[in-house]
């Protein structure tokens, strides 16, 4: 790494939109310090992928965002590895149903703990480093953190306290620090146990008619990091349209 390298931190960064973002951003000529939970493998494939083309760029890290310690040790970590933090992305996610008749506080609090709590403690052990660094956080919230989804109130409602969460340190780290978010709707189909039927009928309430890509939320974030200047506070619908329905 070169002491002009830019650095991220990545959290749920081993699979899906969070793999994608992470390669993004080190295309983009940012060193990633890239988080996973149990997706140890998944995580080592992406790191060891992005380190053979940009040797002392990348920095693996595994924690349970529910425990309420994880989030600055990631910081800690972070910061040892690289000396500097520029950006923050807090991509890592729980999503699971709660039906009323079956909820009960440990589901209840599992979700509010890696969904809401976890990106603010990331962001209060990282603020001062991207104070100096007049940096910035991207948060993944979800269409559904303004749109409720049946049997996943707690979920709707931890997705919901992010996106405050989000507009409060926007204002609590002005003028240093830019504090966006992506809401994305439908962008990869569930890996199982989803009919084929139910994902025709939800491009067809979509206003663009298809699904988002793993791509365009990824060059999303890169663009509330890099190019978003004069933004903050502010949540990015990226739903083809499905909030105007």
Known sequence: MTESARVVLITGAARRIGA??????HAAGWSVAVHA????????????????????????LQADLADPQAPAQ???????????LDALVNNASNFFPTPLGQIDASAFDQLMAVNARAPLLLAQAAAPALQRAGGAIVNLTDLHAAT??????????????????TASLALELAPR????????????????????????????????????????????????????????????GLDGGRRLT
């Open 148 to 165: 409720p989804k049946r049997e996943h109130a707690a979920y709707c409602a931890a997705k919901a306290a992010l996106a405050m969460i």
């Open 37 to 60: 939970h149990q997706s140890a493998d998944a995580l080592h494939t992406a790191a060891f992928a992005m380190e053979m083309a940009r040797p002392g760029s990348v920095l693996s």
């Open 177 to 236: 620090v830019r504090v966006n978010a992506v809401a994305p709707g439908a962008i990869l189909w569930p890996e199982e146990g989803k009919p084929e039927a139910a994902r025709i009928a939800l491009m067809q309430r979509t206003p663009l008619a298809r699904l988002g890509t793993v791509e365009e939320v990824a060059e999303a974030v890169r663009w509330l990091i890099e190019d978003a200047s004069y933004l903050t506070g502010q949540t990015l």
């Open 20 to 25: 994608q973002i992470a390669q993004t951003l």
């Open 74 to 84: 990631l910081v800690e970590d972070t910061l040892a590895h690289f000396g500097r």
